[in-house]
């Protein structure tokens, strides 16, 4: 089983910087992909980063050149740097991992407001 922990999220104005961590414990050994996923109100779940196990990584195009992904495999832990934030990023931000099967974090919400 993997666990997971996420943290970071907050009241930010437009324009400004946030950066979400998630931190995974459990069998951190068998853990592969790792990803970000974000849910607005009345809206589905999508994607807003993944990161493989070898580290290429693939964005949303609504966050492509202001959010990067990145991961330290030694403490298990993704990130989620996002900058340039606009309302429309405002959502609960989930991570996710895979390993012999999926975890998602707890969520954490993100609102960006002046």
């Known amino acids: 089983q993997v666990q997971l922990v996420e943290s970071g999220g907050g009241l930010v104005q437009p324009g400004g910087s946030l950066r979400l961590s998630c931190a995974a414990s459990?069998?951190?050994?068998?853990?592969?992909?790792m990803g970000w996923y974000r849910q607005a109100p009345g809206k589905q779940r999508e994607l807003v980063a993944h990161?493989?196990?070898?580290?290429?990584?693939n964005y949303a195009d609504s966050v492509k050149g202001r959010f990067t992904i990145s991961r330290d495999n030694a403490k298990a832990t993704v990130y989620l740097q996002m900058n340039s934030l606009k309302p429309e990023d405002t959502a609960v931000y989930y991570c996710?991992?895979?390993?012999?099967?999926?975890?998602w974090g707890q969520g954490t919400q993100v609102t960006v407001s002046s």
């Open positions: 996710n991992v895979d390993w012999f099967g999926s975890t």
């Open positions: 459990g069998s951190i050994f068998s853990i592969t992909d």
């Open positions: 990161i493989s196990s070898g580290g290429s990584t």
